[in-house]
């Protein structure tokens, strides 16, 4: 996998709506926001844009994307927010100029569509929050700039002060390999396209929002029927946040429905990471290894995210 280089103080950042649209001081709450961690936000000319249930046209939003992504003067591009959009311009995008020239791709949610395409062409990229989001917890910026700013491995990642310490175990073992994964709905939509979720020897990485656990376990049926997750190695499972079912005991939660379709596949899983649609959440780089000890309810980092700047590692297309 290529690694990008590490963000530096004085980083330019290129700010993308790719999705969804923004609500207004969105766009300024973010440049606001990444000028207060030291860097120079760049944002694009459309993103402020509206077409309905989207960031502007199709041909705007791949355009503002493109052009972050041929740019020769930004060092990071940062989607503003997720909502719904990317499966509609994923077919436009030439990541050549990110391939040959990598720099840290970071967002989540409908984005995941984006790094499962990035991770086909081998180039690290990074699940993590949104700069327009009305606030970014404390926990949440740290480990953002623990896998961005520095080329050391992360090691075991922390859980918030508040709350459990370890996530549960729900078939116990460990696994090592590449993190992939992202938001489960995507990962659905994509089965059955060039940009398809590929498992096999990953530790993937599962989180949603806003599920009934029927919608989950449809879900996780058609990437157990599609063939995605045949030779996965383990499972880490974030945040099902905000779903209809939660508290109703006639329903499984989304985590029993998780283990219940996994269990055939006989690999270490593990529920109640914090990633996803909540507050105080990890970053996760897509396409470096990592170690899932789902008995003692661990993901740990074993590989850096980004390289030193000035070591080199070329791209290739």
Not at 299 to 307: G, I, S, T, W, Y
Request: proline share 9%.
């Amino acid at each position: 996998m290529i690694r990008p280089p590490a963000l530096r103080p004085g980083a330019r950042v290129a700010l993308v709506a790719p999705a969804g649209p923004l609500a207004d001081g969105a766009v300024e709450r973010a440049v606001e926001r990444v000028r207060a961690w030291g860097w120079e936000p760049l944002p694009g000319e459309f993103c402020r844009g509206r077409c309905g249930f989207l960031a502007g046209t199709d041909e705007e939003r791949a355009a503002d994307f493109e052009a972050a992504l041929r740019s020769p003067d930004n060092d990071a591009i940062w989607c503003l927010r997720g909502g719904y959009g990317t499966l509609r311009i994923l077919d436009r995008i030439d990541w050549t100029p990110l391939v040959e020239r990598p720099r840290p791709l970071i967002g989540f949610s409908d984005n995941t569509a984006l790094h499962l395409a990035l991770f086909r062409r081998g180039v690290v990229s990074f699940h993590g929050p949104h700069p327009a989001t009305p606030e970014v917890a404390e926990f949440s910026r740290e480990g953002l700039l623990r896998v961005l700013t520095s080329p050391e491995p992360a090691g075991v990642l922390p859980f918030p002060a508040e709350g459990p310490r370890r996530a549960a175990t729900l078939h116990a073992g460990r696994a090592e390999g590449l993190l992939v994964g992202g938001n489960l709905a995507l990962l659905a939509a994509l089965a059955g396209t060039p940009w398809a979720l590929r498992a096999r020897g990953a530790v993937l990485f599962l989180e949603d929002v806003g599920e009934a656990s029927y919608r989950v376990d449809r879900m996780l049926s058609q990437l157990l029927l599609s063939g995605a997750l045949e030779g996965v190695a383990g499972v880490a499972v974030g945040a099902f946040s905000e779903s209809p079912d939660e508290g109703r005991a006639e329903y499984p939660s989304a985590a029993d429905v998780i283990a219940e379709r996994l269990a055939p596949l006989g690999v270490p899983v593990a529920a109640g990471f914090p990633f996803g649609h909540i507050d105080e959440s990890w970053t996760l780089p897509l396409g470096v290894r990592a170690r899932l000890d789902a008995g003692r309810g661990t993901l740990e980092l074993l590989e850096p995210a980004v390289r030193a700047p000035g070591d080199r590692q070329e791209g290739k297309t």
